[in-house]
């Protein structure tokens, strides 16, 4: 997610927050700017594009001599990435400037009511209107820290907020809701920073913040408080890493360290979706109600991990919506003279925004009339721009070359599309849609409840160093993630792997059962009883040739037991929300292993992050 960093001390701010700012470069970004205390007036630079953008902006016309001030690298989320909407923000009189990370989710009421006040706001963000909000506290003489505070608790969502006063050279204040924000404690200076290489450089000794917390930061110490204004305590901690682990949490790989992100992008991934009354809402969703009950065929179209959350929301529109869905890969779309007109959705799904045949395969549809969804992470990108609709993942930056923190975010976009259609369609009801946004909505508890054992998956892969090839069997949902499963291995380990569904082992894949071969066994909840069963006598199929079977079942499956050499438990969670939780113990197997095979985890051979050529 976007970068932060805020200084106050003895040394130049500019040169402090840059550096800084440089040390987030990992976490990917869009603009950057800074912004910095002088003379009772706050001065500041912002540029769209690469942080040596700003920089080259600085040295054209410099900014003064502070040693106050704070930065931001934004990956944008609300209004396109441009020098308009890069942070910092100020407010309506330059008094007050912001930085934020996260998802303000009630910002379309707040920016009415101040604009029926009078105020104009000059971006498209939601980051604006704090900085109008805290200037007029400030102006009303309260000072920085109780203007946080009271501003704070007028904001819905998860956020970290930084903010500067011009008129007030000794602090900078920060807030943290269910968004990264920690302290860094120097002698006669202070940090803050969305992690701890933005200033690693100058202190190892770091304060963690809770929950619902302000921090101001002054020359002489830190002061932490809650929203309501009482006296709090954060966490203090000493770092241990060198730079290159801090930029990765302290993880040995930046794929790992998204692994453990993916709580938390599944939850920024349903920040915002419900309005007042309860019904679900979705990012830019400019096709009419009618045009989508007009709709009777769904094409998904994706690549490699993608397509496996199209295969997904297949099983989720059918059953949710009863529409027809073929789900199709992007490069053989368009070259098979596919059945398209005015009442087809096109749906699809890319991470970047920016996969060639993807891109390629929506022109093709719009072309033969056909309406056209995105499914992307990457705002401002060509396929979202291209299409009539568009569903952000909102996973923040994903480094690693294979996809973990990105798939789960798409098959969040891909269950809330469905209970979308659902909605408009009136398939489903009201009731229902919302029963199965809460069981979403307790997804991110539940991943983290299976992150919690991830030992037990790396002494299961280091047992596996050894082996030639590895199996994966689901049915249902459990399908896509068996193939998906597959594909880790293959492109981490460099090692035969295969997808199958169970049903089909008879029809040729038993063949590769020997003695010995790990088989992964994606097991259905026990919900859905034939399925289950049927999960269970091909798992036994297996077994009897010798096979050893790893089984990620259900807590309290017990049925499962006999029959597995290897039992990892899951969350006990509806069959078609099932993958969230099945895949990431794939995902921790596929990392583990290939690292104790000595393989780049982060940069597997041949492979590129975004396909951008057919």
Not at 357 to 367: E, G, S, V
Not at 419 to 432: F, I, P, S
Not at 508 to 521: D, K, N, S, T
Request: glycine letters at 8%.
């Amino acid at each position: 997610m976007c970068g932060i960093v805020g200084y106050v001390g003895g040394r130049s701010a500019q040169d402090v927050v840059i550096d800084g700012l440089r040390r987030l470069e990992y976490r990917g970004y869009d603009s950057a700017g800074v912004a910095l205390v002088h003379e009772g007036s706050v001065e500041g630079r912002k540029k769209a594009g690469k942080l040596a953008n700003l920089e080259k902006a600085i040295s054209e016309d410099p900014l003064p001599v502070s040693t106050i001030g704070l930065g931001h690298t934004r990956w944008a989320t609300h209004g396109a990435p441009n020098d308009v909407n890069a942070h910092p923000h100020r407010g309506y009189g330059g008094r007050v400037a912001v930085v934020h990370n996260g998802i303000i989710e009630n910002f379309d009421d707040l920016r009415a009511r101040l604009e029926e006040e009078g105020h104009q706001m000059v971006s498209e963000t939601d980051t604006e209107i704090v900085a109008h909000l805290l200037e007029l506290q400030v102006d009303s003489g309260e000072d920085l820290t109780t203007a946080m505070q009271r501003v704070c608790r007028r904001l819905e969502g998860a956020f970290t907020l930084v903010a500067i006063d011009g008129q007030d050279p000794d602090r900078v204040v920060a807030a943290r809701r269910n968004s990264p924000l920690v302290v860094g404690l120097g002698e006669g200076e202070n940090f803050l920073g969305s992690d701890v290489a933005a200033f690693i450089e100058f202190t190892r000794e770091a304060l963690e913040l809770g929950q619902d917390q302000v921090v101001t930061i002054t020359r002489e110490g830190v002061q932490v408080s809650t929203f309501d204004g009482r006296p709090a305590e954060g966490r203090a901690y000493h770092v241990d890493w060198d730079l290159s682990a801090a930029e990765k949490d302290g993880h040995d790989w930046f794929m790992r360290k998204e692994i453990f992100e993916q709580p938390r992008a599944v939850a920024d991934s349903l920040l915002g979706r419900r309005t007042r009354s309860g019904a679900l809402q979705l990012d830019e969703m400019r096709l009419s109600d009618q045009e989508l009950r007009d709709i009777d065929k769904i094409i998904i179209i994706a690549a490699g991990t993608s397509f496996y959350a199209g295969l997904v929301a297949k099983y989720a529109i059918e059953h949710w919506c009863r529409v027809p869905v073929e789900v199709e890969l992007s490069s053989e779309f368009r070259y098979r003279d596919p059945i398209l007109d005015y009442s087809t959705l096109v749906v699809a799904i890319s991470q970047s925004g920016e996969t060639a045949d993807t891109l390629q395969a929506i022109r093709h549809a719009r072309t033969q009339r056909s309406k056209v969804l995105a499914i992307c992470n990457t705002n401002g990108s060509t396929i979202p721009r291209e299409s009539d609709a568009v569903i952000y993942t909102h996973a923040g930056p994903e480094i690693g070359v294979a996809s973990t923190k990105g798939f789960l975010t798409q098959l969040v976009a891909c269950y809330l599309l469905a209970l979308y259609l659902a909605q408009v369609k009136g398939t489903r009801y009201g009731d229902e849609i919302t029963q199965v946004l809460g069981q979403l909505e307790a997804m991110p508890d539940h991943i983290s409840e299976v992150l919690a054992k991830a030992d037990q998956v790396y002494d299961l892969a280091r047992e596996h160093v050894g082996s030639r090839s590895v199996l994966f069997l689901g049915r249902h949902a459990g399908y896509p993630v068996a193939l998906e499963g597959a594909l880790k291995l293959k492109e981490l380990a460099y090692l035969h792997a295969e997808g199958f569904a169970a049903g089909e082992l008879k029809h040729g894949p038993i063949a590769l059962v020997e003695q010995g071969l790990p088989v992964l066994c994606v097991v259905p909840p026990r919900g859905r009883d034939q399925l289950h069963d049927k999960m269970i006598s091909g798992i036994q199929e297996v077994r009897a040739r010798g096979a050893r079977t790893i089984c990620l079942a259900e807590e309290g499956d017990t049925s499962i037991e006999p029959y597995a050499d290897v039992l990892l438990t899951l969350p006990r969670v509806p069959v078609l929300l099932q993958p969230l939780v099945a895949v990431v113990p794939l995902q921790l197997f596929a990392c583990e292993l290939a690292t104790a095979m000595g393989h780049d985890v982060d940069q597997p051979r041949n492979l590129a992050k975004s396909v951008t050529v057919e």
